[in-house]
């Protein structure tokens, strides 16, 4: 009897290295129509509400705005500046119909053009196309989808390139995601085959059902130590919007408001 003990131990010995050598099976991949629809929709509902501070860090000093915004569907945006009191008022509002900036003080609308759609917001490291994205990552890129190591653990990656004609300022885009809920971890924007900014999301919240980073921070390669960072305060989707929100008249209501 003892020696038959004596054997077993060998034999599951034996086995040990192995099963614990043994890799979990690899899980299939997603679509890569799945993550990008996600990532087109993550700060997408049918309506929400939101307020934000902007922190904005650059060779001036720091600048920290609040704003207020409020979506309905994927083609309209209001964003309103409440603070600081110089700046309360200014908004930028889009619709099916184009982008436009408005300036309180002299009560002009103005719109923006598609060609500026890359060009800096409010002085900050983000994009016209960053805060009311036009373009689509289903639609408007080719995309290829991997799964790779990072920091210690296995991430989705998204390489997304621009079709001809998308009106953005990289040539390449890279996400990577959470492997389980396809929640962005970074994304890495490529100009001339070198990063020239990253963006970092954080503090992932669950809102109505939906996992949401809370944070984003804009960083600029060839900028040491300037960044964006966005902090939500408050968020809620698929709340009631009315439509005449996002007319012209609904602007100058808002940004009156304070």
Do not use: C
């Not at 921070?217 to 960044?227: A, F």
Request: net charge neutral; proline share 5%; charged share 35%.
């Amino acid at each position: 009897m003892q020696m038959g003990i004596f054997r077993l131990l060998i034999f599951m010995a034996a086995l040990l290295p192995w099963s614990l050598s043994a890799e979990e099976p690899t899980k299939p991949l997603p679509t890569l129509e799945e993550v990008t629809k996600k990532l087109d929709d993550l700060y997408r509902s049918e309506s929400s509400k939101s307020t934000v501070v902007m922190e904005i860090v650059n060779n001036r000093g720091k600048r920290t705005l609040t704003m207020d915004q409020w979506t309905r569907g994927e083609d309209n945006a209001l964003i309103i500046i409440r603070k600081p009191a110089r700046e309360a008022g200014t908004a930028t509002l889009k619709t099916d119909e184009g982008l436009w900036n408005y300036a309180p003080r002299a009560d002009r609308l103005i719109r923006v053009p598609s060609g500026l759609l890359s060009d800096s917001w409010m002085g900050s490291h983000f994009t016209n196309d960053d805060l009311v994205r036009e373009s689509s990552y289903d639609d408007d890129f080719v995309g290829e989808l991997s799964r790779v190591e990072e920091g210690g653990r296995k991430v989705l990656k998204v390489k997304l390139t621009p079709k001809k004609g998308t009106p953005v300022e990289f040539e390449r885009l890279e996400y990577f995601l959470d492997e389980e809920a396809w929640v962005p971890i970074r994304a890495d924007f490529y100009d001339k085959g070198k990063i020239y900014r990253k963006m970092e999301f954080r503090d992932v919240r669950d809102v109505d059902g939906k996992k949401v980073p809370f944070v984003m921070e804009l960083s600029v390669m060839d900028k040491p130590g300037e960044r964006t960072t966005i902090s939500y305060t408050e968020l809620r989707l698929n709340i009631e919007v009315p439509e005449s929100t996002f007319t012209q008249q609904g602007l100058r209501r808002a940004a009156k408001q304070r």
